[in-house]
């Protein structure tokens, strides 16, 4: 049984290149339909065709009358063994070159003549006849910018206030009364008096008499302080409230912001300031587009993406760029939108200077909504205008991803929820998530 395992491997390849039926970057679309006939279903607009077979489907992007990309998309994680069959039927195991990074989430790899592969898990491969040329190495930056980072650089301390602080402003406090006067009182003349000659009774009433004489003196002396001493100054935090009115507690419609909406929330409202700026809105019922956007606009014959995440926790990377940069190469797109809740990094800006893509940061984001929310209108409410989207924007329903045969919503009878399945199931057991906010037909359980 020594050669039981490498026989195996050897056939899950060869079957895996059987299932992959050999396509190739750079064939024309007669070479392929010479080859594999014709496709199951083509889009000559956008110079897309997709091939399927069992748990298997890819989908040709054509660019200049060839292939400029294939994706992959299986029904089951792919193996080690297929990834290397993909590999040997696009030129050859030994043309590609791994280039996975440190710390990275995907495989991916280079060819000699630098075409591109790259493996989207679990399920995916996509490969690009020419991968953009890498970025130039950065000029080595002198030793007292090393601190320098995107960020905008911290503002100068401001210098100190010449007006004394209301901390310094406030009164000392008096010191106690009894301190005071005996330290300004002198010493009673009668103690330095001789003792009277008639005995002990005469020297105890001698005493009394000048502690009562100092007591007396105190005390006038603490009330003629007291009285031209100055009021001392009032204190903001002793000044009592005053009663305020009770107001009506505004509601969750009143105070939802752009971090209450959840992330596909995010896409309608890009869907929605978009249709207010004149564009025809293309939107999928489910989550998680085969072409990888959130959502398409037309306007003027031309057909352009839009990629939305909502990257509150970290910035997007030129990576994402360049991967949004590949889709609209892919479909031959004029230009592209990506939106984020967050920021870009530098270099991510500085590779889409001088490309067709518009980057939208959050502070972009903030001057669109402000430029066609309503008088008085809380945009971020989604339920007050979702009924005008949804009978504006064109919402068609989604493509099994494992099949691509049609879908159908169903609800799951224990957990409540509503969930694209494939219309095949369960001989297919592709699902997408729903939108909940454009679910508008009945569910069925």
């Excluded at 006067?181 to 009774?201: F, K, Q």
């Amino acid at each position: 049984m020594a050669f039981a395992r490498p026989f195996q491997i050897a056939l899950s390849l060869w079957l895996t290149a059987a299932s992959s039926h050999a396509l190739q970057l750079g064939e024309t679309p007669a070479q392929i339909s010479a080859r594999h006939g014709a496709p199951a279903s083509e889009d000559r607009a956008r110079q897309r065709a997709v091939y399927r077979w069992s748990g298997w489907s890819a989908e040709l992007a054509f660019q200049d009358g060839t292939v400029g990309q294939i994706t992959y998309q299986t029904s089951h994680p792919l193996t080690g063994a297929e990834v290397q069959s993909l590999l040997q039927a696009n030129g050859g195991v030994d043309r590609w070159r791994e280039i996975t990074g440190p710390g990275a989430t995907a495989r991916a790899w280079r060819r000699d003549d630098q075409a591109a592969a790259e493996q989207t898990p679990p399920t995916g491969m996509i490969f690009r006849l020419h991968a953009p040329a890498p970025a130039r190495p950065a000029e080595p930056l002198p030793t007292e910018s090393f601190q320098k980072t995107d960020a905008p650089p911290e503002p100068a301390a401001a210098p100190k206030p010449l007006l004394r602080t209301s901390a310094e402003l406030r009164p000392e406090p008096a010191v106690p009364a009894p301190s005071i006067l005996v330290a300004e009182i002198p010493a009673p003349v009668i103690a330095s008096s001789p003792a009277p000659a008639s005995g002990g009774n005469f020297s105890l009433i001698g005493s009394l008499v000048a502690a009562l004489t100092l007591l007396a003196g105190a005390l006038l002396l603490w009330r003629k302080k007291a009285a031209s001493a100055p009021a001392p100054a009032a204190q903001p935090q002793s000044v009592p409230a005053r009663a305020a009115v009770p107001e009506p507690q505004p509601t969750a419609a009143h105070t939802a912001g752009l971090g209450a909406l959840r992330e596909d929330q995010i896409a309608l409202l890009l869907g929605e300031i978009f249709r207010r700026e004149g564009y025809t809105v293309e939107i999928s019922a489910a989550l998680g587009g085969d072409d990888g956007s959130d959502l398409t606009l037309r306007r003027d014959g031309e057909s352009i993406p839009v990629r939305s995440k909502d990257w509150k926790d970290a910035r997007v990377s030129e990576r994402e760029v360049r991967e949004f940069y590949g889709l609209m190469a892919g479909t031959a797109a004029p230009r592209g939108f990506i939106v984020t809740t967050g920021a870009f990094t530098r270099e991510a800006r500085e590779f889409a200077d001088d490309k067709a893509i518009e980057l939208i940061d959050r502070a972009a984001l903030d001057q669109r909504v402000a430029a066609v929310r309503r008088p008085g209108e809380n945009f971020f409410d989604v339920p007050t205008w979702i009924e005008d989207f949804t009978g504006a924007a064109r919402i068609f329903d989604p493509e099994c991803p494992c099949c691509g045969q049609p879908m159908a919503i169903r609800r799951h009878r224990t957990e409540g929820t509503d969930a694209w399945v494939c219309a095949t199931y369960p001989r297919c057991s592709g699902k997408r998530a729903a939108r909940p906010d454009l679910l508008t037909l009945p569910v069925a359980a």
